[in-house]
């Protein structure tokens, strides 16, 4: 893989306009579509989202919505208010990458990731079920983290997301990490800023976040991996590549149960590294 001198992105995406943020990227490769992020403040949501072969209207959930021209490689973002570079790249990247992969054959989940032994593993959750803060566990015990909000691949090959995670001010704290960013999307953010990572690296498998009575890992069969995964595409479009996707769906799944209770941190991301180091 050949990567542009001075070129950086994430998520698979070349990016421009943004280079106030650039330790929030990775190297880029020359193959990867280049995009331009921009902003300008303008009145207006959308009521209906639209996805054609070139062109997305996107809305924000913070109010706003986003102009995406394929052809021209431009994402605008269209705001009520000014938007910092490291803004646009995390977390306002996210619903432009998940529509770049459509467009070029690729898949996005609503997933974290870190590396394991022997490859990558995709960190699944809802809203408030400790995703980011089980990343930054395992981050802070010194496990190379891929991504936080979005999980991008090509095939099983997986693309570094921004070298950051967002925390809520209680797990900032809890964990002792994190420097306050303010509000940042729809809520005020504590940054735990990533080191690099290793490109090119294979998704091997998903542990999907859950709380119960004790930690522990479930293995997940079948029609329940699929249906999970789906139920986790970043875009809600038709897939490019529906055998792609199966086969995803086909790699080892787990459901790590954990109480809610910040006591059982530790010995669930202990219990995940043992899982991908297996």
């Not at 639209?50 to 994402?75: M, N, Q, Y």
């Not at 595409?233 to 055998?243: D, I, K, V």
């Not at 219990?271 to 991908?276: E, S």
């Amino acid at each position: 893989m050949q990567v542009e001198n001075g070129i950086r992105g994430a998520y698979g995406l070349a990016l421009s306009g943004v280079d106030e943020a650039a330790d929030l990227l990775v190297e880029a490769s020359d193959d990867w579509p280049r995009v331009e992020l921009a902003w300008r403040l303008g009145e207006g949501d959308l009521d209906q989202e639209e996805v054609t072969e070139t062109r997305a209207s996107l809305r924000l959930k913070t109010g706003g919505r986003i102009e995406l021209d394929r052809d021209a490689g431009r994402a605008v973002y269209v705001v009520q208010r000014p938007l910092s570079a490291e803004e646009l790249v995390h977390p306002y990247l996210v619903p432009v990458a998940a529509v770049m992969a459509h467009w070029h054959g690729r898949e996005c989940v609503h997933a974290g990731a870190f590396v394991g032994d022997s490859g990558v593993w995709g960190v699944v959750g809802e809203r408030e079920s400790g995703k980011s803060s089980t990343l930054a566990r395992l981050a802070l015990d010194g496990v190379p983290v891929i991504s936080d909000d979005l999980l991008a691949l090509q095939g099983s090959s997986v693309f570094p997301g921004p070298r950051a995670i967002d925390l809520r001010e209680e797990a900032a704290e809890r964990l002792g990490v994190g420097s306050s960013i303010g509000i940042a999307g729809a809520r005020e953010r504590w940054r735990l800023r990533l080191g690099p990572v290793e490109p090119g690296l294979e998704l091997r498998g998903w542990f999907h976040l859950a709380w119960g009575e004790r930690v522990e890992a479930v293995p997940l069969e079948g029609g329940e991996r699929v249906a999970r995964l789906l139920a986790q595409r970043a875009a809600r479009l038709p897939s490019a590549t529906p055998e792609e996707l199966l086969d995803l769906a086909s790699l080892p799944s787990w459901e790590l149960r954990r109480p809610q209770r910040w006591e059982s941190l530790g010995e669930a991301a202990d219990c995940l590294r043992g899982l991908a180091d297996g």
